[in-house]
């Protein structure tokens, strides 16, 4: 179909019914292709764990919004408050005309942060605007401008943001050059050891760029695009103790883990070590854009009046969001939640890899959980983890990949899953598994 110019096209268009497949010729018509999307079929309603598309088929939902929604879709008391803010008013910028809202939420997250000592919040939009701000902050504290990152990290997609990614496709190809003095180094995880880490960070301070000209070092508590992969314990307090030692700032970055994902509120509090500032954004307001940056409150007052902020940042409506979402959490239990549904589903997992000689590494953190699937020499094998997700998604069981070499499968259902609905999603899973096994080599 060619694409509607003009609105009274649009009118006109929009009268009659359509089918995912015209809104996906619409969508390709009308929006860059730099926008990528997983699915050819459109969204119209959700509750909790499930959601139906335009033609009415219905699926249960294992990526969350990419680890956005772990209070589920539309959960009442969440939805309430949004509806009772709209009520009142929509925007006055914080900046402009503050409202006492924002001063609460802060107070609440302050009281919870793992952050040793009196903590200071500052509400932003996005997990990329909190990982720039976090950045800015570090600096104007420190005096300093070097930051360290890790390979396999994914701290978004703005440009300072995206230079401290450790991912080149599809997020860093073509658009360099990038800021200057961002370095990496090998992430301590199951893939790499911490002795490799530390002999990369002697040589990036002897080669590089000295110590004392470091403001942070940045990571995720477990990478998620990189592969949903726990840090070693031993390496946070190594990191501890390196930034002590020489006046770093250390930055976890809790966008994707954070608000009960893990199993604790924060993924740090798994690692007995804290670190100076946390950024956090996707489940905190229930699907609404907030993100935030807590520090320590000598390190937070860094930047004079005016150096932090935006002007949707601690939008009222996703303010109201995140108190009902604070109040979810502790009424529900969603921390002790996640670990519960993250055992059982490493369990049934690990029981399926002794079935399937192409499931890689099983692996998590509570409820951040992921599998890889490899070639018969155990190389990644991204096509069969392609193969598998199709299967799970023609049943209907959304699931997402990630990984830097994209043959991992993550697992971000709602931590609000009815047990049922789980089991079901399980069941879809096994099946899509069956098929495209049954046709490969072991």
Not at 42 to 61: L, Q, T, Y
Not at 352 to 380: I, N, S, W
Request: contains cysteine; proline residues 6%; hydrophobic residues 45%.
């Amino acid at each position: 179909m060619n694409a509607p110019t003009t609105a009274a096209e649009i009118v006109a268009i929009d009268a009659y019914p359509h089918t995912n497949a015209t809104w996906h010729q619409r969508r390709l018509d009308a929006t860059p292709r730099g926008v990528g999307v997983m699915g050819d079929f459109f969204i119209s309603h959700a509750k909790n764990a499930e959601f139906w598309d335009i033609e009415g088929r219905r699926f249960i939902d294992f990526a969350g919004g990419i680890a956005v929604l772990n209070t589920g879709h539309v959960h009442p008391k969440v939805q309430a408050a949004i509806a009772a803010q709209l009520q009142r008013f929509t925007h006055s910028c914080y900046q402009v005309v503050p409202y006492t809202e924002y001063v609460q939420l802060a107070e609440r997250i302050n009281a919870i942060v793992p952050i040793d000592g009196p903590a200071k919040t500052a509400f932003f939009s996005t997990g990329a605007e909190a990982v720039e701000n976090a950045i800015k902050i570090a600096r104007s504290s420190t005096g300093r401008s070097g930051v360290v990152a890790f390979g396999g990290a994914f701290h978004g997609r703005s440009l300072f943001a995206v230079a401290m990614t450790g991912k080149v496709q599809p997020y860093k190809a073509g658009f360099g050059p990038f800021p200057p003095e961002i370095y990496h180094v090998p992430f301590p995880c199951h893939c790499a050891s911490l002795e490799d880490t530390k002999h990369a960070m002697e040589q990036l301070f002897k080669c590089d760029i000295e110590p004392s000209r470091v403001a942070a070092i940045i990571f995720e508590p477990v990478q998620g695009e990189g592969g949903f992969n726990p840090i070693q314990p031993a390496a946070v307090r190594w990191l501890r103790e390196l930034c002590d030692q020489h006046g770093i700032l250390l930055i976890a970055d809790e966008v994707q883990t954070g608000f009960a994902r893990t199993g604790k509120m924060f993924a740090m509090e798994h690692y007995g070590a804290k670190p100076d500032l946390i950024t956090m954004a996707k489940s905190m307001a229930g699907g609404t854009t907030l993100s935030a940056v807590s520090g320590r409150k000598a390190i937070m007052d860094g930047p004079a009046p005016g150096g932090l902020g935006g002007t949707y940042a601690g939008n009222p409506l996703s303010i109201a969001a995140a108190l009902a979402v604070l109040d979810v959490m502790a009424e529900e239990k969603l921390p002790e939640r996640a670990q519960q549904l993250g055992d059982q589903l490493l369990a049934h997992l690990t029981a399926a890899k002794t079935q399937y000689p192409r499931m890689g590494d099983v692996r998590g953190l509570g409820a951040m959980v992921a599998c890889e699937f490899v070639d018969t020499h155990g190389a990644p094998d991204a096509d069969l983890t392609k193969r598998v997700q199709a299967a799970a998604l023609k049943r209907g069981l959304l699931l997402l990949t990630c990984g830097v070499y994209g043959n991992v499968i993550r697992y971000l259902f709602p931590l609000t899953i009815e047990d049922a609905v789980f089991a079901e999603g399980l069941a879809v899973l096994d099946a899509a598994m069956a098929e495209v096994m049954s046709g490969v080599a072991a």
